[in-house]
């Protein structure tokens, strides 16, 4: 299985599905001649064209509703410049596959269809349908994947439980220190300011400059943190990894309503900053045309991961407030991905009680802890229709994990091993013949 899920990823890299365009139908594709080499049906569902997304399913008894493995397959693009190796040759080196997509997301699917085709050659006996999903478009256009599939192939899809992306095994020295596994996730709000003026000439400063005024309001949202407010998937986090953290951190984690406490985050652990508030991050800065010129208009992106329960109205009357300036507007953008906010997956049920005895079984060192995941993934959509989603991820350490999206993307094949090791005990204790 851990050899079939190497080669599975290796020939999944070696597709460019670099989105835009995708041509994601280029994977399915890949992946159906896999599939229908075992006898497999399995069927591409065709958005646009070229981006497409693939279902398969194993039939179960029926005693219970199927259990849904999903992956995207398309990726974001390269800097090839800067890139050490070939982006889209899966060169294997010191025990790593390097390549775009190897941790985001084609080994997800790799291990996904390596559990797929075990439990097929096994027939091993199912009290569930266990559904394979490779989805197109979640790099940042949905619409041409589970959107569509929600929308118009729901039958194809439809499960009670969804094993996915965008969970956190989190290694130190080579070992799993815990797995985060997702159950809820922020949303992507995006807001705009927009500074206004009078337009002049450069050689006669104004007052009402909008780049000034811009600046200026800029300045005060990166430099404010919005409230903290803990959930249940954030609150049992923090609590679970304080009892495995040296004194010093587990203070920090068993103290967060202190001030002190949450500066120190902000300043040295920014991703569980972002875990305790709705994050509020200017982007991209626009004004003027000309170096003589003083522009009528001047605007900045800001992008918003809300909590799932922010109240998106309240929060942009507090950007006004805290601007203070009437020359600044605070504007909904109309563009960009369009997550719903949906209820958090429970932690008291069993998938998550099956997630905790596969970590046990294969990572036994480590811990589980539920996760909010800062970014965003296909499970929104899901847990919107009522699914219960559960992110998982392939174990990586701090090195590997700034290299996804980034430049020499790369994952460990010994991590890839026992991850698929760990998403196979999942799968067989919940859908497997009691």
Do not use: C
């Not at 990166?222 to 609150?235: A, C, D, K, V």
Request: avoid cysteine; glycine fraction near 8%.
């Amino acid at each position: 299985m851990h050899d079939e899920a190497v080669q599975v990823l290796t020939g999944l890299v070696k597709i460019d599905t670099s989105n835009p365009p995708g041509n994601e139908i280029l994977a399915a594709r890949y992946i159906k001649g896999l599939l229908d080499a075992e006898g497999i049906a399995s069927e591409t569902f065709e958005s646009a064209p070229g981006r497409a997304s693939l279902v398969a399913r194993l039939k179960g008894s029926g005693a219970k509703r199927p259990l849904l493995l999903m992956g995207h397959i398309d990726v974001v693009g390269v800097e090839r410049a800067r890139w050490t190796v070939d982006p889209f040759a899966a060169l294997v080196k010191d025990g790593y596959l390097y390549g775009r997509g190897a941790e985001d997301d084609k080994g997800m699917v790799a291990a996904n269809l390596a559990v797929f085709l075990r439990l097929h050659r096994d027939k091993a006996p199912l009290d569930r349908d266990v559904i394979l999903l490779a989805e197109a478009g979640e790099e940042g256009t949905s619409q041409f994947g589970i959107d569509f599939l929600v929308d118009k192939h729901w039958d194809a899809i439809e499960s009670e439980y969804a094993l996915n992306e965008g969970g956190t095994f989190h290694a130190e020295g080579g070992k799993v220190q815990y797995a985060g596994v997702q159950t809820t996730e922020k949303v992507p709000r995006g807001l705009q300011l927009v500074a206004h003026g009078t337009s002049g000439h450069g050689s006669m400063p104004r007052l009402d400059n909008p780049i000034t005024h811009l600046a200026a309001a800029v300045a005060k949202i990166g430099s404010w943190p919005p409230p903290m407010r803990l959930n249940e998937t954030t609150r049992e986090f923090f609590t679970r990894l304080a009892t495995i953290s040296p004194p010093e951190e587990a203070r920090l984690y068993t103290h967060l309503e202190d001030p002190a406490v949450q500066e120190t985050l902000r300043a040295s652990k920014i991703l569980y900053n972002s875990m305790l508030r709705t994050s509020v991050v200017p982007t991209i800065v626009k004004g003027g045309f000309r170096e003589n010129v003083i522009p009528a208009d001047a605007e900045a992106i800001l992008d918003v991961r809300a909590l799932p329960d922010e109240d998106i109205d309240a929060l942009v009357a507090t950007l006004k407030k805290l601007i203070d300036d009437p020359a600044v507007d605070v504007v909904r953008r109309t563009e960009g991905q369009k997550r719903p906010a949906a209820p958090a997956s429970s932690i008291h049920n069993e998938m998550f009680a099956a997630l905790e005895r596969a970590q046990k079984k294969v990572f036994p060192q480590a811990i589980t802890v539920p996760l909010m995941a800062t970014g965003a993934t296909d499970g929104a959509q899901l847990r919107a229709r009522g699914v219960q989603v559960y992110g998982v991820s392939i174990p990586v350490d701090d090195e590997d994990l700034r290299r996804m999206h980034g430049n020499d993307e790369r994952i460990s094949l010994d991590a890839l091993g026992t991850f698929t090791d760990y998403l196979w005990a999942a799968t067989v204790d919940m859908a497997g013949r009691k």
